[in-house]
């Protein structure tokens, strides 16, 4: 077999969850934290229940395709974290994830 030197230019085009994947990391994700105190920090500082809610809900508004990441302190009782991740859930449905600070 034997090659012609032919080159041909061959443009794939993207779908649709290539550009909505990129678009995606442009938004920042709404950080909450839960610290040894079971107090509730926005911006690591302490807040209520309900100005967590209204600052999350807040966000979703300004950014209907953002997520929000609960981080809590390793040693608090699990029920503590349950219990908030499932207030942020009543607000952000799947939009919302766990991540455990493990210092």
Not at 16 to 28: C, D
Not at 43 to 67: R, W
Not at 91 to 99: E, K, P, T, Y
Request: proline share 5%; hydrophobic share 40%; no cysteine.
């Amino acid at each position: 077999m034997t090659l012609t030197g032919q080159v041909v230019n061959v443009f794939l085009p993207q779908t649709s969850t290539a550009g909505q994947k990129e678009k995606e990391e442009e938004i920042p994700p709404f950080v909450v934290g839960l610290n040894e105190n079971s107090e509730i920090l926005l911006n690591n500082k302490p807040a209520t229940l309900d100005q967590m809610v209204q600052e999350v809900q807040d966000y979703f508004v300004e950014n209907p395709e953002g997520k929000v990441t609960l981080k809590a302190d390793r040693e608090l009782q699990y029920q503590e974290v349950a219990n908030l991740l499932k207030a942020l859930r009543d607000i952000g449905g799947g939009r919302v994830s766990l991540a455990i600070d493990l210092r």
